[in-house]
């Protein structure tokens, strides 16, 4: 009866039981492994991040907004002392999380370009991706549903991964390989690598386990085509040596498939007298005789593959921490050290032991003191070494624009006049009323959500000269609306702007200057003005 | 890491010390203080300010069809050889107005590259690197934006008008983008102000405030990069003047020939005119895989005749000599003829060319043997070619700048400038 309360109460808390009670919390761990790094390397750690910059943080990183106007004041003016905890909670059971990790996941594995031919309509696999999330699927039952690829594009999603490699086998194992287990083939593929273990050999080898797979075209569902992943029983890679060696003409040698630094793949034999098929458009292929992608698909997502936990950990770690444990999280060959090993190797075992349950590694990042810290450091760095103060990164596209749509209320006009069109959303309508070719074209890059910002010139002309001002609408709801309408005194409404847009009140020296500015004139267009420039500055630019 | 630098911005001390760093006013002045803010050095700037006009043959023009003729072998085409201004020298008949500008340029007919198909060939031709999954690196562009641009100019330090290549500014940061502008030079969408002037100021004082009332408390070298971006958006605004030619073109049609490159190359001379430092102007689709002769026939006499032009121009307004003028593209094609009277992609043994800022002209540089197949004699690597650039506008190729913590080498360790090609 004792043992049933205490899992109940676990179970409310969000806990998950497998950890036993004496064990330290995995947060309070990575607090230690990088007070420690402090200690030896000199440094002096930043303040604490006031609640303004928690919230806002996290809120970006977990919902992939900013919070309203009135979340903010409730968060700041809210004394109670678990309040972190229970936002923390709230947002990681918000429906838009599940959408923000399905668009990170969406540029993880496609990017904006994506190789092949269709992979840009991607609804089908956006939405089955959202649909993992929400459930808190385990991230290897996730990985190993996309790379055995069932059903098709449009109606299960996860096929149209490989659609992107259409008889690309080389160009799959590198994806595969640099995506889901953390390193980086691609030298290998030429000749073997002057400086980590890998060879050709290692390459064709992995290659080999997808040399057999076809796309094929089995139907339409609304405006997009199902494509599905066939796998003939035939067929192989060929090796023809070092790239430089290469003479025109020269037949290759077939590689068999063999694990990476692993064993070679046990295959049974085809039947006497078996025949090759032919995949038809229209129909599923049918299943090979023994499929060679299943058995990577298994190998690769196994708790004791010596890169798939390692790499997730890592990931995920740089999502909320700016840099990788190992840096970047795509190359973690064997040569690099991490630059906190011990903790990379608890962070993964705890997940192994977690059932790869991202919710819950999310919540652990997101609870310690280190996420928790100011990004106001001794430097500018926008992504710490030693995480000693807390990264900046730009906002993505997505984010950029869900945010400004909180921020200005055109969301909630917006959705007061959508329910009287009853028009059907797609995924570009989210960028209402910004057109997504610009938005993508100006904000699309880095997708990696880390601070490696190039942004040029360029979306400054977008920002100063484009289309934000359709945003700044004027109906019940909207930020100006509440301004205008507002009786409040000047300083409380300078106030609901900076909350608005920077969930945080205003200074002093800031309330007067703005006040000022509006004041001048009763035209509309200075608080509009007042609007663009909170919009466009660097504190709204990047999640710090 | 000091505070006051970030870590692009290091140079090599050992460059500085030789004083061939030439430097623009800012961005060094600001990390290396009082070094190098003295008047002298600032003289010294001023004197040594040089602009490079890329003229990129993007898809690989033929050596074959233009400057390395192999007549009467197997591998030879069908044009005919023209004699030029510098007496023994022969270019392609398809190239009348170059034959009369030859003694102006440096042909080097034995580059042999290591990138041989076109994303890895237009990122080496552009960067003098391989592509490489640890270090993104800069494109010359950006590096002759960074030592020979200036800070707070209203124009961009490194434009790009229709023409390839992304690695862009890769670790030296957002400060040397290069601007795209599109194919007749007009600008991008977005670049003129709806307000007018004093809206326009106004709100541009109230953001200034914010920005500034956020760096007294906060160091982040993002916020950092963002406002010098803005600031510099802000500044295109009032030289957008300088990409209307319209008029201007009416009077040069004639001197660079009437065709989309020809304006092109005229708004390249503006902006060196108008201080800009780098220019690459792009001229496609040179990957002839069938129908190699009439592709250049096609492309090459507009691409020559306003090569020339601009040539002439520049000489006559006293800017060649302190404007280098580079044509390549990111390989070369074979020499053997195929089987749709196409030529494939070749860099064993190709041809690109230099002029002005103080190359040697009617020179030609190093031999491809009989058939056009290997370099006979002097061959030219890419890290070659770059250090030559380099050399030519003044920087030390073994100049550092950090990649990470990694020092990097303006051109790769180990190139060699081709010294012959200075007078």
Sequence with gaps: MLHLRISVLAVLCGWVVTVSADEPRLRDRIDESVASAWQREKLTPAAPATDSEFLRRVSLDLVGTIPTHDEAVAFLDDVSPGKRDALIERLLADPRHAQHRADLWDLILFGRNPPGYDTDKRDGFQSWLCEQFANNVPYDVLARTILKAEGNSAEQGAPLFFVQYRNQPEDCNEAITQTFLGIQLQCARCHDHPFEPWTQQDFFGMAAFLARLEVVQVGKKDELTMWAIGEKSTGDVLFTGPAAKQTPGKKGEPVKPKFLHGEPLVEPALPDGFKEVKFENNKPPPAPQFSRKDQLAEWITKPDNPYFARAITNRIWSQFFGRGLVHPVDNMSPSKTPTHPELLDELTKQLIAHQFDLRWLTRELVSSR??????????????????????????????????????????????????????????????????????????????????????????????????????????????????????????????RLFLSLLTRRATDAEKQRFTEYLAADKNQDRLRDAIWVLMTCGEFRFNH | MP????????????????????????????????????????????????????????????????????????TGGVFRPISTNVPGTQVCELMPKMAQQMDKIAVIRSMRTSEVDHPGGIYLMHTGYRPSANVRFPEVGAIVAKYHGSEGSDLPNFVKVSTQGDAGAGFLGPKYLPFGVGSRGELPTFSASPHDPAHELRRHELRSFLEDEYVRTRKSDLVRMHRESYEAARRLNKAREVFKIDAEWEQHRELYGDSAFGRRCLLARKLVESGVPFIEVGQSSYDSHADNFAWHKGLAPPMEHAWAGLLVDLQQRGLLEKTLVVWAGEIGRTPKINNRAGRDHYVRSWTTALAGCGIKGGVVYGESDADGVEVKDKPVTEGDFFATIYHALSLDPKAENLAGVRPVPLAPFGSKVVSDLFG
């Design chain 2, 3 to 74: 505070p006051t630098c970030s870590r692009s911005e290091h140079l090599s001390r050992r460059a500085l010390f030789k004083g061939t760093l030439a430097t623009a006013a800012g961005g060094v002045v600001m990390n290396f203080g009082g070094l190098t803010s003295s008047a002298a050095l600032a003289e010294e700037v001023k004197r040594e300010k040089k602009h490079c006009i890329l003229l990129w043959m993007n898809g690989g023009i033929s050596q074959f069809e233009t400057f390395d003729m192999k007549v009467g072998r197997p």
């Design chain 1, 370 to 495: 280190a996420y928790q810290l100011s990004s106001n450091g001794a430097t500018g760095e926008p992504m710490p070494n030693w995480f000693e103060h807390a990264r900046s990164r730009p906002l993505s596209a997505e984010e950029l624009v869900a945010s400004w749509r909180v921020a200005t209320g055109f969301d909630v006009v917006d959705a007061a006049k959508e329910k009287k069109d009853e028009k059907k959303p797609n995924s570009k309508s989210r960028f209402k009323p910004l057109q997504w070719e610009y938005v993508i074209r100006f904000f699309g890059q880095p997708n990696n959500g880390t601070g490696d910002f190039q942004g040029g010139l360029q979306e400054h002309l977008y920002l100063n000269n484009g289309q934000l001002g359709s945003l700044l609408v004027n109906g019940q709801g909207s930020l100006i609306d509440a301004i205008a309408k507002s009786d409040a005194s000047p300083e409380e409404r300078i106030d």
